[in-house]
């Protein structure tokens, strides 16, 4: 790559203002949030405003041949906004502006680069409700989300980014600017695009509006939570939790490591003899959610809980939720190095899953954490260990990816492939990755769009 | 094509019993339910009994160029199964086996063939709900609704059949058997091939299985019928009960045309003065569906609505749905000939659709009734005319298309595109045309697969 005449080209086409070449800018867009850090400097950062802007930088880099990497918040866990390889850093930082929140048809149409707790507080100010809630909602930007389908707690009732997006405005590799999908709430005219481009993790086409659906804000909400003896209890609980006909907003599993290390850090009472605990939250209309948190009550009493806690006022619930809060920080101090496995098994595997995984750390003699939204069956298993440990936790971490999938679960829930699980990637999807690399050849014959993510072209 | 040596070809890898040339059988699978009948007659008719028997016909078919015509029920209405080029029609009637129903997940693993109506009850039988209710349902298969994304009334509430299909095993066109999608709740592992398969007509895989997402049976059920004198207050009081939180299992609207067509066939007492007819119907908890359908007579009655009728018994109920199921045969009695559009708009401008189809039937002198699922946008647009009138109801037609498209809604909602619709797609999905052609040529770069459907390759 010539970058002196891709840095005059680009300043040309959309102002001198919104291209950066200097290593300040360039190591500040060097990594994202992928606990093993960047990968390599990109040659140059730019801030385009709008999709014109998109469209002429995609365009000049197709000519070139010279690799993009779009970007949001870079929050991304899999290095999905990482720069490989050198090329262009395209942010969205500039694109950040809600154009409209159409009360009449429950939507919001917006730029990429807007925060997406932002989003949502703009829209409860009109009564409307945006669901999707990955932990990094409070910094990271709806066409992140977007690209990466973004879950989170409540996706276990409300569905993942997916399940509200309804258009995208896109550029394509060759600068081509067009919408997918519809205002309509439905439609199947044509190949659906829309759904093959979320979740492409940049590399199929770059989002530059966004359409979303929004649903009415819940009127109630209740928050309970409940302890077991024994973890296939607890999960037994979930699985017998939707036949009862209750679909929790929430329904957070923490296993026996994970209660031991909130219990010591937070000392919140837990009992000693406790393997499995369940945070169960349901939400909808006022009327309804008293019974909803019983019939969800009783299902666990059922299973086996011991001790039962519903939260009848707004400290109780933030008592109750302090438990999952602490995790975080209650592990960190277990062990100098941790790493965060997204994995995800079909709901009524979660006891297998979560056996399997103390067995593969017994084989190891690692330490074992996990606990995740058991209601969708996405468990985080986290192994603590010393940085001499390393070698051990990579082959760990290999046989609960094959534990996964012999499960018929998935490598990943929420975090995406990146650059980080691109070896893994072939297990799961066996013949269709050729398929799946014959698309991006269609859409992208140079590949420049976030090369080298999800997997290699051969 | 050499029809000999292919059917002697497909006898060795199937089984001589699965192949079929006579003219008989060749008649029988030539045409689809489309009104314009049938294109052409196949030169072979073979019944695969599993994706082995399905790999090996597509892989001849690929070798010799042959087209591939996947077919389910052929109930399709606007061509999809129709074998418009001879070739092979392929038909999934000897895949008709329910596999696992697993109510620990609440899924179903089925085959394409099975009729969606005996899945339902199967299901129900359990407790389970596979909620898309396309008017074909009574004999249209699952695989058909999969690879044309059926809709029906319920989707308002409980979204298309794209929304229940976790897991598929497909066939590609070069006869490689895959699975694409996961039975986990949730997975971001590589590209989402699941969903772009579903809706594409058959033109990218055939479907040999599908794992099926459930929901619990929902308790109650209560449903209501409101009388307005304008279509605006009928079309205002759709969008309103979103907003007053209502989320309608089924929220159907009847035009002034429809509603005299009804009172006139079936004398059940309608108004003289009424524009607008709703019917609405809510389900879930059983100690909340009155309330629920309250308030969803309390938005009608704020938006002007003159009469209201809330079914106290499961004879109400019937008779309010007598209206709704009138319809069709109401106003197949208005004139010799009918043409039934699928169009669908955002919510709000429902109103201004219908305004707008008026002045259309009032320009060319046509006689035009319209109805249809308002909860979602989804009305169906019905020219009745006389023979002779035929080339003005084209025109008509086209017309309707361009307004649909001027209010950001969807040539069509539920039908599919087909080979009758191929004319409008452009219209609406522009530039994304040429990159939806380049997907279907990197998947079926022999384009052996419904070869004509959606669009032709240039």
New interface residues.
Partial sequence: MNVEKVEKYLKEAIGKERVKSSIDFRAAYAYDGTPTGYKAIPDLVVFPENEEHVSKILSIANEEKIPIYPRGAGSGLTGGSAPINGGIVVSTEKMNRILEI??????VLTEPGVVTYDLQKEVEKK?LFYPPDPSSYKYSTIGGNIA??A?GPR??KYG?T??YVMQLEVV?ADG?????G????????????K??I???EGT?AFITKAYLKL??KP?AVRTAMAIFPKIEQAAQAV?NM????V?PTACELLDKNSIVAVENYAKIGLPSYAEGLLIVEVDG?A??VD??IERAMEVCRKAGAEEIKIAKTEEEREHIWHARRSLSPAIVNLKPKKINEDV?????RIPDLIKGVYEIAKKYDLMVVNFGHAG???IHVNFMYEPHEEEKVERAVREVFRLTLNL??????????GWM?KEF?PW?????????K??????DPNNILNPGK??DLS
Same sequence: chains 1, 2.
């Avoid at 995800?344 to 009524?348: A, F, L, N």
């Avoid at 799961?428 to 799946?436: P, T």
Wanted: proline share 2%; charged share 30%; with cysteine.
């Fill in positions: 159409d009360e009449d048809n429950l939507a009564g990466e389908n879950g996706c276990v993942v997916k399940d394509f081509t600017i067009a919408k997918v519809s205002k309509a709430v439905k439609s199947v005219a044509g190949y659906n695009l759904d093959l979320v979740g492409s199929l649903i009415p009127e699985a939707f036949k009862a006909k679909i209309y009327s309804i019974e909803l995800v098994v079909p709901r009524s969708d069956g996405n018929e679960g998935s490598v990943s829930g929420e975090h995406g492939i699980k990637l799961e999807v066996g013949e269709a990755l050729e398929k799946m014959a698309i991006k050849k269609a859409l999800i997997f």
